[in-house]
């Protein structure tokens, strides 16, 4: 028991030792970059506003084409930051499909950084359930850019675009579905701009 006790105090001192090397051959600014790039672990936040095309026909009977529009939305997401690269959430937001359909999506949300660097590429997927006028799942795809602060480590600008869906569960039964044939989903492509606190 002891030696396993040892061997596990020695394989958390040697990576850090490693790095002390590492570090020890920097100047000092090159330390301190290198160390304003770890301090993401912690609380992260999120708001974005997103604008964009919009495909869908609530008001009528579906057709090959479904009608477009646009719409805007806005998103607050909040949770923790595991290291550098992995984000785990959830939140809230308004989106937007026509101008008589608003939905308000809650959701979990996972990001993730590419790179360790203060501009990254980031991916981010949401998933959960919208409120609202038509209410049913929710899911969004996004992926854009990361451009950190030179001061400020933890506070980006995300730049990303968004595909989502807002699936509508109000229904009746599947003869009413097929008999009126009406479309019970939006189609979003939005280009988001975001802000991480």
Known sequence: ?????????????????????????????????????NTMLGYHGFVELGMGVTMHNFDGFASDSKSHGFGIDVLTTHGFQFNNFFFLGGGAGIAECTESNVMIPIFADMRINILNRRISPVVDIKGGYAVGNHDGGYVALSAGVRIGFKNKPNSAINIMVELSYIGDSDQTGLLEEHMNDKSLECERFTLKIGYEF
């Open 1 to 37: 028991m002891k030696k396993l006790i040892i061997l596990f105090i020695l394989a958390v001192l040697l990576p850090a030792g490693a790095y002390a090397a590492d570090t020890g051959n920097m100047d000092g600014e090159k330390v301190a970059k290198l160390i304003a790039r």
